[in-house]
């Protein structure tokens, strides 16, 4: 009953007495956690032999499970999937591995859309899952980093009418975005205080007409109007 189990061949057993057969088993614990509270209902990672890939257990977070002493590769099956090589799982020792808290992806939109959601990768952008939105909304647990969202009315055919988000997921924090229409009225909403959402808004209306001037006294800080300002 260890894991993975373990063998021995040959065993002669005496008639009429009761026989003992030793097995060296040494074994230790791994013990998997998700760092804060955990968004995922049930997440859970593939332990596998890391001479050759097989799949040993399938191991829930937030448990604690035996193995025998050695090395193992853990395939953790969150989005983006983390694998981490060679774990060491040490005799009477608990190994712990952490993962970071995840952060949720909120879309908004009123169309159905066909998207595809990348993460960022050693520079590269890395095809992470498709997204069909047939409702209002979709909520999506995500890993904190960087990603794109590459996106099309469900409607509309052309390649040029695609376009593309970039946004950041950070642990424990909502992303929300609201895809408006037209499709070139797309923005990333974030929740801000009155002042920053003031500054903001002024810097875009400034970029869009040269024309419009901001007043302001001693309070040019504390109404964020410094990047309008600059």
């Known amino acids: 009953h260890t894991i993975p189990a ?33 968004q995922y209902p049930d997440l859970q990672a593939l332990i596998k032999n890391p001479k050759t890939g097989e799949i040993l257990e399938v191991q829930s977070f937030n448990t604690e499970v035996e193995y025998i002493v050695g090395n193992y590769d853990i395939e953790i099956l969150s989005l983006p999937r983390i694998t981490k090589k060679a774990v060491p799982v040490d005799h009477i020792k608990t190994t712990t591995l952490h993962v970071q808290q995840p952060g949720k ?13 990348f993460y ?34 469900n409607a509309i055919k052309e390649t040029l009418k695609t376009k593309q988000i970039s946004f950041e997921i950070i642990s424990g924090e909502v ?6 229409y037209p ?15 003031f500054g903001e808004g002024l810097y875009e209306l400034g970029k869009r007409n040269k024309n419009v001037v901001g007043l302001c006294a001693d309070l040019t800080g504390s109404l964020k109007m410094n990047k309008f300002q600059n």
């Open 6 to 38: 373990q063998y021995k061949s040959n065993v002669e057993l005496t008639p009429g007495i009761h026989n003992t057969i030793a097995i060296d088993a040494p074994q230790g614990v791994l013990n998997l956690r998700v760092d804060g509270r955990t």
């Open 120 to 153: 960022q990768k050693d520079g590269e952008l890395v095809l992470l899952k498709n997204l069909h939105f047939n409702t209002a909304s979709s909520l999506t647990v995500l890993q904190p980093g960087h990603y794109e969202l590459i996106y099309r009315e």
């Open 105 to 117: 992806l909120k879309i908004k939109s009123r169309k159905k859309l066909v998207a595809d959601l």
């Open 183 to 197: 499709m070139n009225q797309t923005t990333s909403m974030e929740k801000k205080d009155t002042r920053s959402g």
């Open 175 to 180: 992303k929300h975005l609201n895809i408006k």
